[in-house]
């Protein structure tokens, strides 16, 4: 099920909050509703994946009973060491296989490739597979280190992992920052906030369907591989894109962080206009931070973090956005867009200070926004090959008139970014908005619902 | 955060409420049976079974189409084209031409373009729901356990009553209904016909400014924008539109429909367009080889005939239509 359809918006969600506020009050039985409802609106899309999301829950749960119970710090290591190794094999076998085991077919003869391909074509990405992955992990992983409590309970520890409003794409949430609100669910006195959390929730629809779905209709065309391309017709399109993808996953994430202010559960924040940052580590802090807090604490720091010298820091960087890019999905494309935001880090890290301090601020978001634009042209496009043919477009080598790009683009680009900078304002600054506001977001948002048949997933469910 | 969320909450509840009642009283699908302003329903495929069941036993040629189509009035069968008309329409009415009502159809006459093979045309949502065509559309194949999990019953009813394309069909009804009123059945816009119609009032207009080549090419625009490729549901109607005609010993006459040289030219300037369309004749090409189908091509460049006209770019004009008409009655006897 989708957020971004009449069945969750008209039917699912009204009743999982009815049932949520009137009818189940005591903390066993939210957890009961919450756990129930959580596999109802993942088994709608696929209820043979529900196997799936049970294993991972067994698998770190169980892990984490043994990592509490022993006493010996190396048998703890080897059994998270265990633990790490079977969560991360769905991962292996759904993601990565499909890849990785194309390369092999050219060893079979041509009737075996065949199977062997079809195969390969056959096996489904199981949506949000790397979200709960990571969400059961930091569990596992925060036991080892005494970061964060031990759960008793398999059912709280499975409403911590399966939580519907998270689920498919994150916010990725620590059990720690859970721990105490799952505790304390039955009594959600003073933290259910309906008015704020439904306005959220229709803040990130209409950000995914008016914008995002919008923009992408209009620049899908550009990406296809071979289109001929004018130089303004490629940097369009790669705004467009940008915008699309920050328009639909922090769409999405106000999404969720909407329906868990409705029911009483506070979620981190995903996003901070991270296009208006203005060097590369303000814009992580600022871009999924959910993930690239997990990957600080849990593959940085570890890997030694940037006390050990510029040398190793430029490796930690390197190897850890390498990391990322793997984990957003199996292509070298996700490899390269890694490894370019690693060089990006690097590259400020190495910068001296007294440049830094002497760049104006508008030059520094301006540089920052093109070397993104140019990683989410590796993010956005199918090979390599096609990355660098529409390298070549932007930098003027394929002119051709052939592709012409939308008209509504042209407004679509600079209303993004004016949105986005308006979200940058009311983040720094909160203030409450008017009634005029009110208006406009109500129009907004019935226009949202009126779209809302088109059913278009969000982008980072294949992640 | 708002300040007061109140007229937020309230706004957005008038106008879902507006919208969603204006939708319901209008009933642009004949779904509720409310349907105030008493003008026919859009759903012109129940009007298509109604002609198909009270048409002659011995009918034996069939027209299919869509909009670009429907000015044939001379086909010695009976024309079944429809606004919006697509492959897996054709495939459904043929099938209860032949299997449901047996008649014994020996030609059809097959107008495709390749503007309704794309994804971004999405299947029609009447058709789906009509139970006397939608037996042949192809099912998805649903795992026994997925079928569990089903959106209840009104959930089909508010994405039909809060959806911008009913909202968009109740304003062209209303729309119709009152040029209707406000000309007094004033024949001679019936006459003349939408396209250049001498209409002062505003509707007239509104109706004019929709028909023009402008208009046209922005909506096939906007159609190319989001189409990538042709669509392999689309393609797999094709074959089985195909095999079902030579299984049954049914001639088939493919006709490609034409449009304006400046329409054309202007489109071609769309990479999408171009793609799609070579993509297209290649396909059609081959099944029309496999399977001996006869061809008339009307299109700019290959049409060797009298002049056409296209008052908006793609719909033929009645004389240019009746040109065509004869063409494809030469080719029905050359078939017999």
Redesign the interface.
């Given at each position: 099920m989708f957020f971004n359809s009449y069945v969750f918006i008209f039917f699912f969600f009204p009743v999982f909050l009815l049932s949520w506020i009137a009818l189940f009050r005591t903390r066993n039985s939210r957890w009961t509703l919450l756990l129930l409802s959580s596999c109802l609106f993942y088994a709608w899309w696929d209820f043979r994946f529900l196997a799936l999301l049970a294993y991972i829950i067994v698998i770190n749960f169980t892990a984490g009973n043994y990592i509490y119970g022993l006493e010996n710090q190396k048998t703890k290591k080897q059994v998270l060491i265990i633990s790490i190794i079977l969560s991360l094999l769905p991962l292996v076998v759904f993601k990565y296989l499909p890849w990785l085991g194309g390369y092999a077919s050219v060893l079979l003869e041509s009737e075996s490739r065949v199977a062997y391909d079809s195969l390969l074509s056959s096996i489904i990405l199981p949506l949000g597979i790397s979200f709960f992955t990571f969400q059961a992990l930091t569990y596992t992983i925060g036991l080892y280190n005494n970061k964060c409590s031990h759960c008793a309970s398999i059912v709280k520890f499975s409403v911590y992992v399966s939580m519907f409003p998270q689920l498919m794409s994150g916010p990725i949430v620590r059990y720690q920052d859970l721990d105490d609100q799952l505790e304390n669910i039955g009594d959600l006195r003073n933290k259910i906030d309906l008015k704020g959390g439904v306005e959220l929730f229709f803040i990130g629809l209409i950000k995914k369907i008016i914008i995002a779905d919008r923009i992408g209709m209009y620049i899908n065309p550009i990406f296809q591989p071979g289109a001929d391309l004018s130089a303004t017709v490629a940097w369009l399109a790669v705004m467009g894109y940008s915008l699309q993808l920050y328009f639909d996953f922090s769409g999405y994430s106000d999404m969720a962080i909407g329906i868990g202010r409705c029911m009483g559960i506070k979620l981190p924040d995903n996003f901070r206009a991270p296009y208006t940052a203005s060097n590369p580590s303000d814009f992580w802090r600022r871009w999924h931070i959910s993930l690239s807090t997990w990957l600080r604490d849990y593959l940085f720091i570890p890997l030694g973090g940037s006390w050990k010298g510029n040398v190793i820091t430029y490796r930690n960087l390197i190897i850890t956005m390498f990391l990322a890019g793997v984990w957003h999905g199996a292509n070298w494309t996700f490899i390269c867009w890694g490894i370019w935001h690693g060089l990006m880090l690097c590259v400020y890290r190495a910068t001296p200070a007294h440049i830094k301090k002497r760049m104006p601020v508008w030059f520094s978001v301006l540089l920052l926004n093109i070397a993104v634009l140019i990683g989410w042209t590796f993010f956005r496009t199918t090979s390599v090959e096609h990355a660098f043919e529409f390298f070549n477009a932007m930098l003027g080598f394929r002119y051709s008139a052939g592709a012409a790009i939308a008209w509504p683009i042209y407004f679509m680009i600079p209303l993004g970014y004016m949105i986005h900078y308006f979200e940058r304002r009311i983040s720094d600054k909160p203030v409450k908005l008017g009634w005029s506001y009110a208006v406009l977001l109500a129009g907004a948002s019935a226009w949202a619902i009126l779209e809302l048949g088109k059913d278009a997933p969000f982008i980072y469910f294949q992640f | 955060?708002?300040?007061?969320?109140r007229?937020?909450?309230?706004?957005?509840g008038a106008?879902?409420s507006f919208?969603a009642f204006f939708n319901y009283l209008i009933d642009p699908y004949g779904s509720f049976g409310t349907d105030i302003l008493n003008v026919n329903p859009v759903d012109s495929r129940s009007e298509i079974l109604n002609k198909l069941d009270s048409a002659d036993p011995q009918l034996q040629t069939l027209l299919f189409g869509s909009s670009r189509s429907l000015l044939f009035k001379h086909f010695p069968g009976l024309n079944v084209a429809l606004y919006a008309g697509a492959i897996e329409d054709h495939y459904s009415i043929l099938r209860y031409a032949v299997d449901d009502l047996q008649y014994p159809i020996k030609a059809v006459v097959l107008v495709l373009e390749p503007d309704l093979m794309v994804s971004s045309h999405p299947v029609e949502k009447m058709l789906v729901k009509n139970s006397k065509l939608n037996r042949w559309l192809i099912k998805e194949p649903i795992?026994y356990?997925?079928s569990?999990?089903a959106?209840?019953g009104?959930?089909d009813d508010?994405?039909m009553l809060?959806?911008?394309?009913t909202?968009k069909n109740s304003t062209k009804v209303l729309l119709k209904a009152l040029k209707k009123r406000m000309s007094n059945g004033d024949k001679s816009d019936q006459d003349i016909g939408v396209v250049g119609a001498k209409n002062n009032h505003v509707l007239g207009r509104i109706a004019e400014a929709r028909d023009s080549i402008d208009a046209r090419l922005r909506q096939y625009?906007?159609l190319?924008?989001?189409?990538?490729a042709l669509d392999k549901t689309r393609i797999k109607y094709l074959d089985m539109f195909a095999e079902f005609a030579s299984e049954n010993n049914i001639k088939v006459i493919l006709v490609h429909p034409g449009s304006s040289k400046v329409f054309w030219d202007e489109m071609m300037?769309?990479?999408?367009f171009k793609?799609i369309n070579s993509e297209f004749y290649d396909l059609i090409q081959k099944v029309r080889v496999r399977y001996g189908w006869t061809e008339i091509d009307i299109r700019p460049g290959k049409w060797k005939g009298l002049p056409l006209e296209y008052p908006d770019g793609v719909h033929l004009s009645k004389p240019s239509a009746a040109i065509i008409d004869n063409e494809i009655n030469e080719g029905l006897r050359n078939v017999f």
């Open positions: - | 955060m708002l300040r007061d969320s007229i937020y909450y309230t706004c957005l106008l879902l919208l795992l356990g997925q569990l999990f959106p209840p009104y959930i508010i994405a809060l959806s911008v394309t909202l625009r906007k190319y924008m989001s189409a990538l300037s769309l990479s999408n793609n």
